[in-house]
């Protein structure tokens, strides 16, 4: 179908022969991603003449392969301005039914597939467009949002990090990702939902609806272990819950929580810990979906985290110290495959490491059980620290990494686990590895850190006491003596050597002073 072709039709044919031409034009362009430059200023004509059109009485049908038409235009971020001005973005909200109350008049219901059509145009061209993204804010399209929500009794998810294609979800899925567009993109959006429209609640309920919950007591869920996996969809609709919960909590965990607010936390920690003990379709969904679960559980108070380990330990379940374990061994394990995978460890890997140094800090039997498994007791001292494909040897790999980020959440854990004794760190991790963080606590002459433990217990085994004396401190093993180099050398020999030294002493403090 030729452009020109379209936009004659557009402005001068009746609803059934633009309708004809524009069900051509989608299966045409059905696929496109990337235009051509030069029909820009024709895409653009026909973005409004097709506004224009979806203004007129439409039969459901001619409102749909309008709006199909508009989903594809709307992937070019460079032709948005038909679909951006505050005047279509509030034709578009009409026509998904999430415009704002105080905004809407008499209407006519909107068909189910015109909604989900123009919800995905709004997520198109506000997730391309900052003018598109002011005029959201502007028209308050969360408030309509959140009506839809509590309207649909909480079952739905949505986000987005790309164009919007086709497809099969419902509804509630590309409400969701609007509103996950909306507060990440727009701060006082975020604000809105969380403070005015009691967001966290609304959405805790929404998640809960979503998995079907069912509850054995106040902050316990009925898990059910052999359980099928989540379908494709649920997972989807579930992540992008998440997504925006974790946009509307970034600062709770910040600040002081009041009786009320620590309740719905722990109800909300609760649900997570479910999420952790089920599984996608598949491991990678799997993955993706307890990835957002743990940059959720960040977010939340540490005081509330006590719920993950209160669950009554039953068959099958790990103990330790009488506490159910589960939910700590699964953030292991998940810690242990995004160290093996080794990309973007920055934003996959720091996340789950802040969660288990935090809890470890604040969770004696946590920071106990994490102990036993990353840093058993010491047996291995002929090998570097850094060396091997143990838990303890990977996160002091990750001490020496290029990203600060990522260098300093693998020592502070480390650290942490240590009681935060600078002897026992060194122990570990060797002096060498352990001199960054050291030097920014101050700890480099030894002691130990600000944080309150218990009384320290020995548990050296027989292998590292014996071995002790012969421990390099900096490289963390056992190392055999160098002879030494001054043997064998007459006085004069040695002095000449030691003014060398000296001499090389003051050349570096000069390059110093002069700031090379």
Partial sequence: MELDVLIDLLQTGDQEVVQKALLEFNKEYAQCFFFNEEERERRKRMG?????FLGRDLQPCSQLVS??????????????????SRESMGALARLAGIEHADERGPRRVPDGEVVSE?????????????????????????????????ADGGGGGGGATAAVGGGGRDTS???????????????????????????VNLL???????????WLDLYEVATVRDRPPLRRDETDRVMEVLKILFNITFDTSRRQVDEEDAALYRHLAAILRHCLL????????????????????????LMCLDVLLTPKVDPGSVEYMGMNMDTVEILLDFMDKRLDRG????ESLTPVLNLLTESSRYHRETRKFLRTRVLPPLRDVKN????????????????????????????????????????????????GNAAGLLAARGLLGGGRGDGKYSEEEDTDTEEYKEAKPNINPVTGRVEEKLPNPMEGMTDEQKEYEAMKLVSMFDKLSRYVERGY
């Fill in 48 to 52: 409004e003449l097709l506004m224009d």
């Fill in 67 to 84: 709006l199909e038409a508009v989903r594809i235009l709307s992937r070019d971020k460079h032709a948005l301005a038909p679909f951006a």
């Fill in 118 to 150: 123009a919800l995905k145009c709004l997520c198109n061209t506000v997730y391309n467009s900052e003018s598109a993204q002011a005029a959201a804010g502007e028209m308050r399209l969360v408030h309509g949002l959140a009506e839809r929500l509590k």
């Fill in 173 to 199: 899925f590309y409400e969701l990702r609007l509103m996950f567009l909306l507060t990440a993109l727009l701060v006082d959006v975020r604000r809105q939902l969380a403070r005015e429209l009691h967001g």
């Fill in 204 to 214: 805790t309920d929404t998640l809960e609806a979503a998995l079907g919950l069912r």
């Fill in 278 to 301: 089920i599984d996608s379709d598949s491991k990678e969904r799997t993955q993706e979906f307890h990835g957002h679960t743990v940059n959720l559980l960040v977010n939340l108070p």
């Fill in 343 to 346: 990309l973007k460890l920055r």
């Fill in 384 to 431: 570097r620290p850094e060396v091997g494909e143990a838990l303890r040897n990977k996160l002091v790999r990750l001490m020496t990494h290029v990203n600060t980020d990522v260098k300093h959440c693998a020592a502070e854990f480390l650290f942490v686990l240590c009681k935060e004794n600078v002897s026992r760190f060194v122990k570990y991790t060797g002096y």
